[in-house]
């Protein structure tokens, strides 16, 4: 497609509950991030991709999240046993330039976990 | 880690009027970048700044890297209802250890236009 473009939109999620977040970046991006937003705050960096190599994930909050893109297109972002904290906007990002630079953002999934 | 104190927080504006906000840094930042998002969207890019001291412009959008590479600011020129967003300042640290790729964003300037 022409943008990145992330699935659900939206996703409510039962305290304990596994997620799982999708994302397809523009086509033959090579680089892929995910950002956190939570509500009055700019997007915190998660992780990072290069192709299928997963080359930080040193912004992830905890061992409950993780993430993946096996063939070096679409990434997954799982959170295990949701807790209320993990509620946010979780944001993609693809670029074309190896050291990151412009980003293009998804619109994101809005997560509440009750 | 490090941090951007993006100024100001909101902006109420009547049509037609310029804004200015900007944004600062206690450390150098290679790379400044200002996004524009809007409610239940994605940042979207509008300008992309990486040598000191360097302005560019993007329609009525001007931005600056400063020269200390320590701070940035965006001008927004006769500003229009559709300017209405939340504005951020990202950059890219220069000692990051190799993690060139990361941005750090700011907390956002709500801008309001009315009409």
């Known amino acids: 497609g022409a943008g990145v473009s992330q699935s659900p939109r939206y996703k409510v999620a039962k305290r304990g509950q596994d997620v799982a977040l999708r994302c397809d970046p523009i086509s033959g991006h090579v680089s892929l991030f995910w950002y956190q937003q939570a509500l009055g705050q700019g997007p915190e960096f998660l992780t990072y991709?290069?192709?299928?190599?997963?080359?930080?994930k040193s912004g992830l909050p905890s061992d409950r999240f993780f993430a993946e893109r096996p063939e070096g297109s679409v990434s997954t972002l799982k959170i295990q046993r949701t807790q209320q904290e993990d509620s946010a906007v979780y944001l993609c990002?693809?670029?074309?330039?190896?050291?990151?630079?412009?980003?293009?953002f998804g619109s994101g999934t809005q997560l509440s976990v009750l | 880690g490090q941090q951007l104190n993006q100024s100001p927080q909101s902006m109420f504006i009547q049509e037609g009027e310029d804004v200015s906000m900007n944004c600062t840094s206690s450390s150098i930042f290679n790379t400044w970048l200002w996004y524009k998002q809007d409610p239940g969207e994605g940042p979207v890019l509008l300008i992309a700044l990486y040598k000191a001291g360097e302005l560019t412009s993007n329609g009525r959008l001007t931005a600056q890297f400063g020269i200390t590479r320590k701070d940035s600011f965006l001008n927004i020129s006769a500003s229009i209802p559709s300017d209405v967003g939340i504005y951020f300042c990202a950059g890219q640290p220069m000692n990051s250890g190799g993690s060139n790729y990361k941005l750090t964003f700011g907390k956002g300037t709500l801008l309001t236009v009315n009409p």
């Open positions: 990002a693809s670029s074309s330039n190896r050291a990151g630079g412009k980003l293009f």
């Open positions: 991709f290069q192709n299928e190599a997963q080359l930080d």
